[in-house]
């Protein structure tokens, strides 16, 4: 039976309807897809700009016998460890914990923040812990298995944190990524599975630990709170000063 | 749990974007040739009856009937009727200023109902051609002498006018504005498709020997205007469309009253389909039954499919923000412009085009409706609003068909 000609209907326009809206999907798969590459690669070049960075200053450490510690600058460790690790949180919400690049850049990123953590220890070690960026640092496990209720309000704490002192270097780890290297720093600092946990001068806190609570284990903290608040009346004093004078 | 919503997404987006694209296609395969029947005259003027059924309308119906006498159309073949169906205010008495009119006939007969009046006119009527007209709507003075051309097609049953919103005031006349406008360019596809399913109640124009060959108007859970529609598919009957027939109809003010009237329209809607399901996926009913009714389900089902999950959404990332805030109080931490963390999911490029369609509908409907301009604020609130409007009708509208509960007209 012709139903083109009966009913009005054109399977042909049926057809080509799907082929058009096909067509715009794998156009929109395509384009996802490339944007997600493109994210990935740079998430890769920042890694890689990373190794550089770690490289280049393991390389100027082993030197430092013949230098003075002074010359340890603040561009010694990287900065961007905290870009990555956002950038890197971000492409794994999007693509996937279990995604294979995701899991890779996890793997690798974990590496370097390890790396970069073992040269800030040696520089703790033999120039003290102001050159070693005042012992600003913390390492931070969590899961994301589903299995660790508290990791998210902690990632709201760290992350705040953070803002507020970008000073502070904060190494976050999955617990349970399959890699050698994390199972090892795992079993040096005896982190039992009890998520969250954190590892501040090589004590371990496990369990949620609020803004305040992070300030008592991290000392620096509340001194650097002091400095600006007395940086700040300083510019205060200062502009009254100004302004005095300007009406005198 | 997330692969399912996320293929059920992704297909829901399938379909509507197949639909959008299905009918931009065929609104541009046949408006070239509709510009050409347009320009035909009408050779002969056949005898036309309107019935205006009224109930309670004493502030609006003088209005509509003068509408009706200012018709560009031989006054010796126009009739108009006036059914008074109960009217418990001074309808009876305000309309009694015509009695004397000889193209006007005042009927009176116990509230029984919209499509009692109707039917109760019909009896009346013995003219070539019969057409309904709301109390609350007035016809452009053009819009017959539009629609009965279409007639000339000896096949053609049942002609559509294009409806307008009647000075449109505030958020809401202006989201409804918009509305109509999309409609006009709908009603002209499905036109084209032979698949209109709705007669509107404002200025539907019939051959009378529909009545006599289906019968009258039926109950048809308060939309009658549907359910005649779907009766006359179902028997073959060609209607069709004049987009530039302009019927104006006054817009429901509030939200409470507007969601009444959405309410009784869905609640329809998914009624008559099911007393017509027989006529989904069924290649004999043509592009209505394969294209048309299903894509009209299929509306309903996504709106509120990609409502919930929106409101899942918004729901999510509230108790985030609670939570954050209870954890570290309000920490704003500014907007990220980096490229990095622009959104580049598949459903963001998908949902990009379909807006670009939806834009290009717009347009196009504008044109139709003859708007001054192909883009208005109103075209702006009916984007930004109408799928947060919608949902509330028919949520309630899918739970009384679940739960068995009529709609009231009023």
Excluded at chain 1, 10 to 31: C, H, N, R
Excluded at chain 1, 70 to 95: P, V
Excluded at chain 2, 275 to 303: C, E, H, I, W
Excluded at chain 2, 306 to 334: D, H
Aim: glycine share 4%; with cysteine; proline share 2%.
């Amino acid at each position: 039976m012709n139903y083109e000609i009966s009913n009005g209907i054109s399977w042909k326009k049926y057809a080509y309807t799907f082929l058009i809206t096909a067509v715009i999907f794998i156009t929109a798969i395509f384009l996802s897809n490339y944007f997600s590459q493109k994210r990935i690669n740079e998430i890769k070049n920042i890694e890689s700009r990373i190794a550089v960075d770690i490289l280049a200053s393991e390389t100027q450490f082993s030197l430092l016998s013949e230098l003075s510690c002074r010359d340890i600058g603040s561009s010694f460790l990287s900065k961007e460890l905290a870009t990555l690790g956002d950038k890197l949180a971000y492409t794994e919400q999007n693509r996937g914990s279990d995604d294979p690049e995701v899991l890779n850049l996890k793997k690798y990123y974990s590496l370097l923040q390890i790396k970069d953590f073992l040269l800030m220890q040696k520089i703790k070690d033999r120039c003290g812990s102001v050159q070693a960026n005042n012992g600003l640092s913390l390492m931070y496990f969590y899961s994301n298995e589903g299995d660790c209720e508290d990791c998210e309000k902690e990632g709201y704490v760290l992350t705040k944190l953070r803002s507020d002192y970008p000073e502070l270097r904060v190494y976050s780890f999955d617990y349970n990524l399959d890699l050698s290297a994390l199972q090892t720093l795992v079993s040096v600092y005896n982190i039992e599975n009890k998520l969250p946990a954190i590892l501040i001068n090589d004590k371990v806190y496990y369990g949620f630990k609020s803004v305040e609570d992070m300030k008592v284990a991290l000392p620096s903290l509340v001194e650097l709170d002091k400095q600006k608040a007395k940086a700040e009346a300083e510019a205060l004093k200062a502009k009254q000063a100004t302004s005095s004078t300007k009406s005198n | 749990m997330h692969l399912i919503s996320e293929s059920m997404t992704y297909i829901l987006l399938f379909i509507a974007l197949y639909v959008e694209v299905f009918f931009l296609i065929t609104y541009f395969e046949f408006s070239s040739s509709d510009e050409v029947e347009r320009e035909k005259q009408i050779t002969k003027f056949p005898s036309v009856s309107v019935i205006v059924p009224v109930w309670n309308e004493e502030t609006t119906i003088l209005k509509t009937i003068f509408s009706l006498l200012k018709l560009n159309y031989p006054k010796d073949k126009l009739s108009i009727f006036i059914v008074d169906d109960g009217s418990t205010d001074n309808t009876w008495k305000v309309v009694q200023r015509f009695a004397r009119n000889s193209q006007i006939k005042l009927l009176q007969k116990e509230n029984g109902g919209k499509h009692t009046a109707l039917n109760y006119a019909l009896e009346y009527v013995d003219s070539d051609l019969v057409g309904c007209l709301d109390a609350d709507s007035y016809v452009h003075p053009e819009a017959l002498k539009r629609i009965v051309v279409k007639f000339e097609d000896s096949e053609m049953m049942a002609v559509t006018p294009s409806v307008k919103i009647f000075e449109p005031k505030g958020l809401l006349g202006l989201i409804q504005k918009s509305e109509y406008i999309f409609g006009i360019f709908l009603r002209k596809v499905f036109s084209y498709l032979n698949a209109l399913y709705i007669t509107p109640g404002p200025f539907s124009i019939f051959r009378r020997s529909v009545f006599r060959q289906i019968g009258g108007y039926k109950k048809a859970h308060n939309t009658e205007d549907m359910e005649i529609a779907m009766r006359m598919q179902k028997n073959n009957m060609k209607i069709g469309n004049v987009h530039n027939a302009f019927i104006y109809t006054v817009a429901p003010t509030n939200l409470y009253a507007l969601y009444k009237q959405r309410l009784r329209w869905v609640y329809g809607f998914l009624k008559n389909a099911i007393d017509y399901r027989g006529m989904f996926f069924k290649p004999q009913y043509g592009n209505l039954g394969m294209v048309v009714l299903p894509a009209a389900g299929f509306s309903v089902f996504s709106t509120m499919y990609f409502f919930g999950s929106m409101i899942l959404s918004w729901v999510n990332s509230l108790i985030k923000t609670i939570q954050e805030i209870s954890t570290v109080g309000i920490n704003f931490k500014g907007f990220n412009l980096d490229l990095f963390y622009f959104n580049t999911d598949i459903i963001v490029f998908v949902s990009f085009i379909a807006v670009l369609g939806t834009l290009l509908i717009i347009v196009t409907s504008r044109g139709l409706a003859e708007e001054k301009h192909i883009f208005g604020l109103d075209s702006v609130f009916f984007l930004m609003f109408y799928t947060l409007l919608a949902p509330l009708w028919m949520t309630k509208a899918i739970y009384n068909v679940i739960f068995a509960q009529k709609t009231k007209w009023r």
